[in-house]
């Protein structure tokens, strides 16, 4: 990187401005998540389209509108997640398949 791209690189990493933005529920509280993903943003290291289906993916997940996803419930555990793999291959389909199909049952 020049000189010039590393001042611009620092002083967004030392900023706060604006960062206020991500309180989008007005809690007067800015999560690590949320700071992250602004920070992300104004790199310019992802995409807000990105972004956003990864957003909509999570809503997908979170059918009881939680806010969290439970490990086991709305996604597969590590023990799950190897017997899912196993499935998945035996019956050459993929593990999220074979995950819903277990959700449904």
Known sequence: LDHQENKILKKIFNSSADVYKTD????KEVDESDFVLFKLLQLQKVHTRTLEKLIRRFDELDV???GYLQVGVDIPSEEQSID?????HAHHTTESHVWHENQST
């Open 84 to 88: 899912l793999t196993k499935r998945a």
């Open 64 to 66: 009881d509108n939680k």
């Open 24 to 27: 989008l529920d007005d809690n």
